[in-house]
């Protein structure tokens, strides 16, 4: 099993700045790919970004250079430092990390950006 834990949401300001931070625990050998996604009330979970064992990262289109996301595997945590925020980025905010062939989810952490 692993354990997600996540930490760094809250309430912003339109074109302001959070991070996120994700630390990954239990059996965490092997651990692949980790990233976040989001689920806003009313839709289906997107992916926001993802990053390999080897730091490669991915973004979603909607990211357009506003987020980075960071990976230290000493550590076992994942980060997302998301700046110019929107109100449409309001959503629950899932660390995920694949560790083939499961994957985990961690808890959800909500952010929220008002206008």
């Known amino acids: 099993q692993v354990q997600l834990v996540e930490s760094g949401g809250g309430l912003v300001q339109a074109g302001g700045s959070l991070r996120l931070s994700c630390t990954a625990s239990?059996?965490?050998?092997?651990?692949?790919?980790m990233g976040w996604y989001r689920q806003a009330p009313g839709k289906v979970r997107e992916l926001v970004a993802t990053i390999t064992g080897v730091g490669t990262p991915n973004y979603a289109a909607f990211v357009k250079g506003r987020f980075t996301i960071s990976r230290n595997n000493a550590e076992n945590t994942v980060d997302l430092q998301m700046t110019s925020l929107k109100p449409e980025d309001t959503a629950v905010y899932y660390c995920?990390?694949?560790?083939?062939?499961?994957?985990?989810w961690g808890q959800g952490t909500q952010v929220t950006v008002s206008s």
């Open positions: 239990g059996n965490i050998a092997s651990i692949n790919a």
């Open positions: 995920r990390a694949d560790r083939l062939p499961r994957v985990y």
